[in-house]
């Protein structure tokens, strides 16, 4: 028997004893870590507070909205304090704030929701007062300084339970149209603002390289020229603070690269040479940034062994110098802090790198401990940091967050409203893309006897949705209002069509066979890097349940609802038609809009499907 333990007993005494001294030097420094990582960080207490809207009082010049903005911008950074500057660059997630009344207290530039960090209840009225609630309590500093509240938004306003849901990106990809992509970040703009939320983290301009990654429904598709096309008319629709992101690479990781245990390509190793880095992945952010774009979120990949929150050479350089934007740069979630195991060492170089706030997303305290010792020491220069918060208040002031009507009662009934709906219908019309159609099965008539619907995708808002909705991870089910693939079929035959539903696929087999059998199948929600998968395919009950409908049916329609390609190599020889619907979101009406010939196939693939 030569286990591993005989060999090891083979080796030499004197290896014996470096292996294991090797090995407990190894547990030391790991034990060591760990126990760093424990302790608790240095806190900074905060700064004097007043009366609510003291600052008013003043008449200082930022606040006459009659003076050109960069003067106003001036006059604020030189009345502001060293802390007051250092309390502008940092996000945090509104879990995170213990005390409301700390938004002034530590001068907080950015309050944002995690995606899922709701108020309660979760209505659009419980996200009105929350997100009322955090400003009002910026207006107890001795400047008044307005936050900015962020929230992703990457197909609508989808936190909020009410909103339109509207296809995922890689749908709009699909549609190739920068007007209805204008249209759909405009519906999705007015919904927001009547939350009173300023600040989107979209769009996402990753250009897709491996359909492994479970982000690959969040973008565009893998063309950079449709990727800076829409993202671009994305960011020309948005009437609020748009995000162009994951700057630089973040389609481009190396499966099995990445820096998450959890995850094999999502915060993974972009590895490309920088011609191709940069000719694959700087359009996009270009265009955006002609599109009008005043924030960049840094991945959270890594390229050439740096973390992207850690390279000046793409964020100043090239996007701050060669791009000439004008706006700031905001880190991703907790990235700052993976570029070392010192929260000192990690700011002092993501702030000199460019990253102009910081996601930090939970212990402001320790940041203003840390950054105020960072610009003491001149780790961290005056200059960067007036450089930083100028960007800050400059996007601010663009927004109008210091002059707009803080007793505003916006109109929530915007939310979900019939016109933006029909907005997200028309989207899912333009997403569908036709990936096979034997013997013209493809427009169905309204008029057939009978009809049977089967899947797991079928009667599902909450798949055909995906996850950034109302959850991180989505919510499987019928939770939401909005109409379901099986509801649009249903409202699309006639009077006379016999129609049947049942999820699995159990259909009598004395009964008569249907005209046609619908099969809506594909994926659950997923988010990030648990959405990374070696092998994307239809899972074995779909299968099953497409066989069964087959059975009874003369001819089959397979509808893929999914974040990205399913190998369905080899398995649809005896389907009759096969539609990609991505994830088409609250309106799933516009399926049957299609199927039975009220509108043609135009989607495209916007990423490559292998039949
Ligand atoms: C996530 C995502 C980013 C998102 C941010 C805030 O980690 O990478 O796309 O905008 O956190 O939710």
Redesign the pocket.
Known sequence: MHSTFMRFLQLSKSKIFILTILIAVGIGIGGIIFLYKQLPSPQHPGFEIYAQDEFRKSNYPYLDKSLPIDQRVDDLLNRMTTDEKIGQMALVEKNSIHDPLDVSRYGLGGV????GGKPEPNTPQGWLDMVNGFESSARYSRLGIPILY?V?T?HGHSNVPGATIFPHFIGLGATSDPDLVRRTAQATSEEMLATNIYWS??P?LDVVSDIRWGRTY?TFGSDPNTVAELGKAYVEGLSVLS?A??YLGNGSMEWGSSKNINFAIDQGVTRLDEDTLISTHLPPFKAAIEGGAKSV?A??NTWEDKKMAANSYLLTDVLKKELNFQGFVVS??YGVYEISISKYKSLVTAVNAGVDMI?L?FDYKSFMYYMEKAVQSGDISEERLNDATRRILLVKFELGLFDRDVSNNPDLSVLGSQANRDIAREAVRKSLVLLKNTGETLPLSKSVDRIVVAGSAADNIGRQSGAWTVE?QGIDGNWIPGTTILAGIKAAVSDSTDIEYNEAGNFSASGKRADIGIVVVGEKPYA?GWGDLAHPALSKDDLEVIEKTKARSEKLVVIIVSGRPLDIKGLHNDWNAVVAAWLPGSEGQGVADVLFGDYPFTGKLPVTWEL
Do not use: A, R
């Not at 944002?112 to 995606?115: A, D, E, K, N, W």
């Open positions: 944002m929701s995690g995606f962020g992703d990457n983290f979209s996402n969040e995000t992101k994951h979120m991945g959270l991703d979630w996601m997303p991180w990030e």
